[in-house]
């Protein structure tokens, strides 16, 4: 038997963090998937993911366990995590994630969006949900330090985002460490404004702060409360959803296609 809304028997970070953005989106999200094609955006990003992931040394589970065991350094792709975290299981996987031993040191996302100018609070969410994942499988997150890692697509001849350049992301990567404090945290308020064209935004994973939001989310899900509507109309009037009329709470018409 399902305990979850719309018989969903499991949650993902993704769509977690999405109800940062909007809860109500999120949930029609679940509902209407069909709604909302892939942009150029997510369609270059998706391509990018998979340049990144093509890099990495593939690992036997077995390999990956003996490798931890023995307090190697370790720097992982793609890597999917699963926990029970308050009696549902939530699923996520990690874009970066680098280890010494059990001793999960950065956590990296890879973001090939048009936004670079600051940390947004669902992105921020997504990274502290897997942090949390992290140490529901037995990990040490005391020196975990996330990181949002933006490279901006460019347009290509005709003017859609179907270029973006993976190789940022790995100069991201090195850039990064250099916000890493003395003491544990982040120097330069955790952001990096780099010259090639990427910005990096990190913070010190804090798992109180993460389990309070990941309570916060579970709330809608379990039906202790409805979704929360938006807090901008600028959100309902680029939202698929509400001009598919699907959004009965929107707080502002969709916009007109010209």
């Excluded at 499991?10 to 029609?28: D, G, H, R």
């Excluded at 010190?204 to 989310?217: C, L």
């Amino acid at each position: 038997m399902n305990l979850l809304r719309h018989d969903l028997s499991a949650l993902w970070v993704s769509l977690l963090a999405e109800m940062n953005y909007c809860e109500q989106k999120a949930a029609l999200s679940v509902m209407h998937p069909e709604a909302e094609p892939e942009s150029e955006e997510m369609k270059a990003g998706a391509a990018a993911h998979s340049v990144l992931e093509a890099e990495a040394e593939k690992l036997e589970r077995e390999e990956l366990r003996r490798r931890i065991a023995a307090g190697a350094e370790l720097r992982l792709r793609e890597f999917p995590l699963k926990a029970y975290i308050d009696g549902v299981p939530l699923y996520g996987k990690i874009d970066h994630v680098e280890f010494e031993g059990r001793r999960a040191l950065w956590l990296y996302d890879f973001k090939f969006s048009r936004y670079s100018h600051r940390l947004f609070p669902n992105h921020q969410l997504q990274l502290s949900l897997y942090g949390l994942l992290l140490a529901a499988n037995d990990y040490d997150v005391s020196d975990l330090i996330c990181a949002v890692v933006i490279v901006p697509p460019k347009p290509g001849k005709s003017g859609r985002l179907t270029r973006t350049d993976p190789k940022l992301a790995n100069l991201a990567i090195t850039s990064s460490k250099e916000l890493r404090d003395g003491y544990g945290g982040v120097r330069r308020g955790g952001r990096l404004f780099h010259e090639a064209g990427f910005a990096v935004h990190a913070f010190k994973f804090q798992e109180q702060g993460a389990r309070d939001e990941f309570a916060d989310a579970l709330g809608y899900w379990i039906g202790l409360r409805e979704a929360r509507v938006a807090d901008s109309a600028a959100k309902c009037r680029s939202c698929a959803y509400n001009a598919a009329g699907l959004c009965t709470v929107a707080i502002a018409p969709p916009k007109r296609k010209a």
